[in-house]
């Protein structure tokens, strides 16, 4: 299997804004919608409409094993979440849930609707992306959007069901890694 590439590269951690420079603007506030500038798209994923079923093929057995999880269910749905599959692991004394979801919107307007107020810019596989964690509960889980086709984006969540068994950036590398898995094998299926 070809090694994956993906740039994740840790976790922001919501903090105090910057001071702003003397003479300088002030920062955007964060009750502003963040504004992204995606590098174009290598290619178009096949993710439109696909139902649980597909999600759930979307990680091979060695990518399972890498991310140390197995199976894969359809998610529970609960009101009008979106398609996908969870697939649970555990790595040492960690256990969490990692779920590959299908939002039918593009990642652009969808990551303005983040409850994140510093969402991180970044790319998976060439493909742009960001990442984010709820602020307030960073603890529980890191979640990467990947912009995978014209008003499509792939939602990896990473959730941490043993508290503190892994930090931020732990979190955030794993959901990097699940999302470089499910792009790769998207990007075969192409």
Same mark, same amino acid.
């Given at each position: 299997?070809?090694?994956?590439?993906?740039?994740?590269?840790?976790?922001?951690?919501?903090?105090?804004?910057?001071?702003?420079?003397?003479?300088?603007?002030?920062?955007t506030s964060s009750a502003e919608p963040a504004s992204?500038?995606?590098?174009?798209?290598?290619?178009?994923?096949?993710? *439109?409409?696909? %139902? /649980?079923?597909?999600?759930?093929?979307?990680?091979?057995?060695? =990518?399972?094993?890498?991310? &140390?999880?197995? $199976?894969?269910?359809?998610?529970?749905?609960?009101?009008?979440?979106?398609?996908?599959?969870?697939?649970?692991?555990?790595?040492?004394?960690?256990?969490?849930?990692?779920?590959?979801?299908?939002?039918?919107?593009?990642?652009?307007?969808?990551?303005?609707?983040?409850?994140?107020? *510093?969402?991180? %810019? /970044?790319?998976?596989n060439g493909f742009g992306a960001v990442r984010s =964690?709820?602020?307030?509960? &960073?603890?529980? $889980?890191?979640?990467?959007?990947?912009?995978?086709?014209?008003?499509?984006?792939?939602?990896?969540?990473?959730?941490?069901?043993?508290?503190?068994?892994?930090?931020?950036?732990?979190?955030?590398?794993?959901?990097?890694?699940?999302?470089?898995?499910?792009?790769?094998?998207l990007q075969a299926k192409g």
């Amino acid at each position: 299997m070809a090694a994956t590439a993906v740039s994740l590269t840790g976790c922001t951690v919501n903090g105090p804004d910057p001071a702003p420079e003397p003479g300088g603007t002030t920062p955007t506030s964060s009750a502003e919608p963040a504004s992204f500038d995606f590098p174009a798209r290598p290619a178009e994923l096949p993710i *439109a409409g696909k %139902q /649980d079923a597909d999600v759930c093929t979307w990680l091979a057995s060695e =990518q399972k094993a890498q991310l &140390e999880v197995g $199976g894969g269910r359809p998610v529970v749905k609960s009101g009008n979440n979106y398609n996908g599959c969870t697939f649970l692991g555990q790595s040492g004394r960690a256990q969490y849930g990692i779920s590959l979801r299908v939002v039918p919107e593009g990642l652009d307007a969808f990551a303005k609707k983040l409850a994140d107020s *510093a969402p991180a %810019q /970044d790319q998976v596989n060439g493909f742009g992306a960001v990442r984010s =964690q709820v602020p307030g509960a &960073e603890g529980l $889980g890191c979640a990467v959007f990947v912009d995978a086709a014209e008003g499509q984006t792939l939602y990896v969540d990473m959730t941490l069901t043993t508290p503190g068994a892994m930090d931020d950036q732990q979190m955030c590398e794993k959901a990097g890694q699940a999302a470089a898995a499910a792009v790769t094998t998207l990007q075969a299926k192409g």
